[in-house]
């Protein structure tokens, strides 16, 4: 939540969901495939893996909210899908992925309590 952006007073785990469904991605197996991502990034600039945030640049760096909507903008618009509304807005910003992983969630059924708390909202932004 915004009061505990550190997640220091939660602690969640999340499993294997490969045998939840087939149409998506694990995202548990996801992670562990970012992680060894990591770990190269941080074997070729001679950092520590701990010193890398979870989605670092190549410069193992945090990636800029501009540059990580730019990113999400550009797959969107090369996998054919609109990038901008009716009313030439960005369809795409800071929050895209979180909203999109919400929403891909409560369709696999997961409940909005548990949504709710890995994602850290004190609110109920979710409903």
């Not at 901008?84 to 409940?111: E, F, I, K, T, W």
Request: aromatic share 4%; net charge positive; hydrophobic share 45%.
């Amino acid at each position: 939540s915004k009061n505990d952006v550190m997640a220091l007073g939660t602690h969640r785990t999340w499993g294997c969901l490969c045998r939840t469904s087939v149409s998506v991605g694990c995202s548990f197996h996801a992670a562990l495939r970012q992680v060894e991502l990591i770990r190269h990034i941080a074997g070729e600039l001679g950092r520590p893996l701990a010193d890398l945030p979870l989605f670092p640049n190549l410069q193992g760096e945090v990636v800029g909210k501009h540059v990580m909507v730019a990113t999400i903008t550009k797959v969107m618009g090369n996998c054919g899908l609109p990038i901008v509304d009716a009313l030439n807005r960005p369809m795409y910003g800071g929050h895209s992925l979180r909203s999109a992983g919400a929403v891909l969630l409560a369709s696999l059924g997961v409940d909005t309590a548990r949504i709710e708390s890995m994602a850290r909202w004190n609110s109920p932004m979710l409903l």
